[in-house]
């Protein structure tokens, strides 16, 4: 991890600390700033909390929510929770794995694909529980998701990032 990350970090702990943050506030806004909570926080996290390092590291692993490796290009997080059970969510989650060529949720920060352009993570519950099966793409909230709807999600989130790296290649 590169020392002025790690250095931000610092600064956005003690930022926290000072204002009265508590370690889950703590922990969203390092993962809003850099997209993953860097292991290299869980000792200062600890220190400046007043915490061992066991305790920290163990918020983090308990909330799917926080990953602490950055997350793939295409992120695909599939609502597991109740109201999408019901509505086919488990029959989803298999043809997304076969369609993406990875399982979700290997290991706590999600099934990355070999390439590691798809990542696959389970979350529990988005708030559309009336449109279920839900799912997000890369923080965007699609409802009533079929397989035929996953797979065209999909080809646009996939042509998007050739399109990105396109455009980051010199010319
Ligand atoms: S249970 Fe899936 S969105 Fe609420």
Avoid: W
């Avoid at 204002?19 to 806004?29: N, Q, Y």
């Avoid at 929510?65 to 609502?79: G, I, S, Y």
């Avoid at 923080?139 to 996953?150: N, S």
Wanted: aromatic content about 4%.
């Amino acid at each position: 991890m590169q020392e002025t990350i790690l250095a931000d970090l610092n600064e956005l702990i003690e930022r926290h600390i000072r204002h009265g943050g508590s370690l889950l506030a703590v922990l969203h806004a390092i993962q809003d700033d850099v997209g993953f909570v860097p292991p290299e926080t869980v000792a200062p996290l600890a220190r400046a909390m007043n915490l061992s390092r066991a305790e920290v590291h163990g918020v983090i692993t308990y909330y799917h929510h926080f990953r602490t490796q950055p997350a793939a290009p295409v992120t695909v997080q599939l609502c597991r929770a109740e109201a999408c059970r019901s509505m086919g969510t488990e029959a989803l989650a298999q043809h997304i794995e076969a369609r993406a060529g990875c399982r979700f949720d290997a290991g706590h920060d999600g099934g990355h694909r070999h390439d590691a352009a798809v990542g696959l993570e389970s979350v529990y519950c988005l708030g559309q529980c009336a449109l279920s099966p839900a799912l997000m793409i890369n923080g965007t909230l699609h409802a009533k998701v079929t397989p035929q709807k996953f797979d065209a999600l999909l080809d646009a989130a996939e042509a998007a990032l050739r399109g990105a790296q396109r455009a980051e290649e010199p010319a």
